[in-house]
C-alpha cells in the first residue's frame, strides 16, 4: 500500500499492545516481577537467562536493593532481552518465592498480594512476547488454591498474623479531622463532616 508511514503505524500497534495495562498496573507488576528476578539470580539461577547474568556480572556484592535497582534498570533499557529461561520457569519455583515474601512488620501476606505477584508474572511473559504454558499455568492455579486454604486455614487456627485491608481509622484522628472541618470556612466543608461522620467506621 502506498502512502503509509509504516513506522508510525507499528509504533500504534505497539502502543495499542502496551495500553492493555494501565500504567500504574504495569508499574506494580514490574516492581513485582523484579523482586522475583532478584530472589531468581540470587537462590535460582538456573532460571535467569543467561544474557540477564552476563550483563549482572558479579552481584555477590550488591545488597538486595542494589540488585533489584540494577535489574529494573536492565529490564527498562531492553525489553526484547528475555531476563528468565520462560520454559524452564515451574510453578514450584515461583510459589516458593512467594511465600518467602513477608509484609514489614514480619506477618505473612494476604492472599491479595500474592494474587498480584501472580498477575505480575504473567505481565513478564507478555512483555517479553511469550506466552505461558498451559501446564504451567494449571500448576499455578492448583498452587493458589492450596495456598489460600492455607491462608485461611491458619488465620483460624491463630498461627500467623495476616492483614487484610487497609487499617481503621482511628478515633483519636477522626475526632481532630472532624474539628478542623467544623472550623474551616469553606462552603464544602459541612458535606465533608456529614458524610465523614457517617462513614468514618466503614474507613
Request: proline letters at 2%.
Amino acid at each position: 500500500m502506498e502512502g503509509h508511514d509504516w513506522d508510525k503505524l507499528e509504533q500504534t500497534v505497539q502502543d495499542i499492545c502496551e495500553n492493555t495495562v494501565n500504567a500504574r498496573s504495569r508499574a506494580t507488576y514490574q516492581n513485582s516481577y523484579c523482586r522475583f528476578l532478584v530472589w531468581t539470580v540470587r537462590h535460582k539461577p538456573h532460571f535467569a537467562s543467561s544474557l540477564l547474568l552476563e550483563r549482572l556480572g558479579d552481584t555477590s556484592d550488591y545488597a538486595v536493593q542494589q540488585l533489584r535497582a540494577r535489574i529494573k534498570e536492565l529490564v527498562t533499557q531492553d525489553c526484547n532481552s528475555a531476563p528468565l529461561k520462560f520454559d524452564d520457569l515451574t510453578a514450584k519455583g515461583f510459589v516458593t518465592w512467594l511465600v518467602t515474601l513477608e509484609r514489614k512488620d514480619g506477618g505473612s501476606l494476604s492472599f491479595s498480594p500474592l494474587n498480584t505477584h501472580r498477575a505480575g508474572l504473567f505481565n513478564l511473559f507478555r512483555d517479553y512476547g511469550h506466552t505461558m504454558r498451559k501446564a504451567l499455568e494449571s500448576e499455578l492455579t492448583n498452587y493458589f488454591k492450596g495456598l489460600k486454604h492455607k491462608l485461611a486455614t491458619d488465620a483460624a487456627n491463630g498461627d500467623t498474623t495476616i492483614k487484610t485491608g487497609k487499617d481503621p481509622l482511628m478515633f483519636d484522628l477522626y475526632s481532630f479531622l472532624c474539628n478542623k472541618m467544623l472550623a474551616h470556612s469553606s462552603k464544602e466543608m459541612p458535606f465533608a463532616h456529614t458524610y465523614l461522620v457517617i462513614a468514618w467506621n466503614l474507613m
